[in-house]
């Protein structure tokens, strides 16, 4: 039987146990360490951050820094922070740990984001309704960019906090900045499906290095400053080790590779799946406004609110299934999450027929750096078979 093909499992470079073996030998098994601030200060260089005081704080996972930028952005029980309604669960789920209350904000075909004119629709209404939004949440899905430039401006004219949820987009750019420092906040991740790992790892970007402070005390158990062990406020315990920063290090070098693979898997793709009626791909950003990463290859069928579409998609990847292909549906829309209930009669969702139609009609495509021609042909060849139905 063929091997098993994953939808993004973790690619070593070969330089991992090198990096670790330093780390160990130099008895940093401690929580801090050399590591640790190299890293941060790669991933900075990475992203184009400039050097001085503080900006990132590396962290035990995104989740970990997505629960700080909300708590630093001043998001208390109560509050209203508009998020896409077509997103993993890991970008809303600390607002409603937070006693906060998610506004699903629907989005759009060009970008499968977040649609700005409904955001500015749930804005008005929210305002109208004496419970204005106090911060905005935008993912870059899959690794594509949202639309920063209406969501700045969004933020700037509402007053909002804005927080980006980078977890999959890693390294791709909008308005010519890495997506993630845009924002006031933005939540890096470094888990095992992403582009880079450290087995489980994230980080945080601030544009005020006063909040990255904030942050790095809080994900510390934030001890006030001198010999006492006496806590003006409540940290968590959510700083990543030296020994995985050491891992990340491995892995950041490789980024570059990392990227121009995953553009291959995905033009590998698209001439493979050419000639086949009905298929389309998550749309292209224009090279000029921002690039994607390609974290992962999605694709639809058929036209929107389809019934042809989702009974494709369903044979497809059942098909795929019994082959030990892992593709994977897009995501559950946030107002059709059981853990979410009651979403629509509080009045909280904006639109939703969009990522509904994507959760019918889409397929994410096994899309690890580490895919052969072989494995595409395979994939391919399973697809287009059972797409003919
Ligand atoms: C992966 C992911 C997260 C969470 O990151 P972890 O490091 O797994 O906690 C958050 N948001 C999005 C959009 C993600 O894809």
């Known amino acids: 039987m063929a091997d098993r093909i994953y939808l993004s499992p973790p690619h070593r470079t070969g330089e991992e146990l090198a990096f670790l073996q330093q780390a160990l030998e130099t008895n940093y098994l401690a929580p801090v360490g050399p590591d640790l601030d190299a890293f941060e200060a790669e991933v900075g260089h990475c992203m184009g951050l400039p050097l001085g005081p503080r900006r990132l704080v590396a962290l035990n996972s995104g989740a970990a820094a997505l629960h700080l930028a909300l708590l630093l952005a001043g998001v208390q029980a109560g509050d209203v922070v508009l998020c896409p309604d077509f997103a993993f669960i890991a970008s809303a789920a600390p607002v409603v740990q937070l006693g906060a209350?998610?506004?699903?904000?629907?989005?759009?075909?060009?970008?499968?984001?977040?649609?700005?004119?409904?955001?500015?629709?749930?804005?008005?209404?929210?305002?109208?309704?004496?419970?204005?939004?106090?911060?905005?949440?935008?993912?870059?899905?899959?690794?594509?960019?949202?639309?920063?430039?209406?969501?700045?401006?969004?933020?700037?004219?509402?007053?909002?906090?804005?927080?980006?949820?980078?977890?999959?987009?890693?390294?791709?750019?909008?308005?010519?900045?890495?997506?993630?420092?845009l924002g006031d906040f933005g939540a890096l991740s470094f888990n095992g499906n992403k582009l880079i790992t450290t087995s489980g790892g994230g980080m945080l970007c601030c544009a005020r290095s006063e909040d990255a402070e904030r942050a790095l005390a809080l994900a510390t158990m934030a001890r006030d400053p001198g010999p006492f062990y006496t806590h003006s406020f409540l940290g968590y315990s959510y700083r990543l080790s030296n020994l995985l920063a050491a891992l990340g290090r491995a892995q950041l070098a490789a980024l570059p590779a990392r990227l121009a693979q995953k553009a291959r898997v995905l033009e590998g793709y698209r001439q493979r799946l050419a000639g086949v009626e009905g298929v389309s791909f998550l749309p292209e950003p224009d090279p000029a406004w921002g690039t994607s990463n390609h974290w992962l290859t999605c694709i639809l069928f058929d036209e929107p609110g389809s019934a042809r579409g989702h009974a494709r998609r369903e044979a497809v990847r059942l098909a795929l299934e019994r082959e030990h292909i892992e593709a994977r549906v897009l995501w559950t829309p946030l107002h059709r999450q059981p853990a979410l209930p009651g979403l629509a009669q509080a009045g909280l969702v904006e639109g939703g027929a969009v990522a509904d139609d994507l959760f019918a009609r889409g397929l994410a495509l096994p899309s690890g750096t580490t895919l052969t021609e072989a494995d595409q042909d395979r994939v391919c060849d399973i697809l287009v078979a059972a797409a003919r139905g």
Not at 104 to 122: F, G
Not at 133 to 139: C, D, F, P, S, T
Not at 142 to 162: C, N, Q, S, T, W
């Open 101 to 181: 209350r998610v506004c699903a904000v629907d989005a759009e075909y060009a970008t499968w984001n977040m649609d700005p004119d409904l955001a500015e629709a749930a804005l008005i209404r929210l305002q109208r309704e004496g419970r204005p939004a106090r911060a905005l949440l935008v993912v870059h899905g899959y690794g594509r960019p949202a639309r920063m430039d209406r969501f700045l401006e969004l933020a700037r004219r509402y007053g909002l906090v804005l927080i980006e949820d980078a977890a999959e987009s890693l390294a791709a750019t909008v308005l010519g900045q890495h997506t993630g420092t």
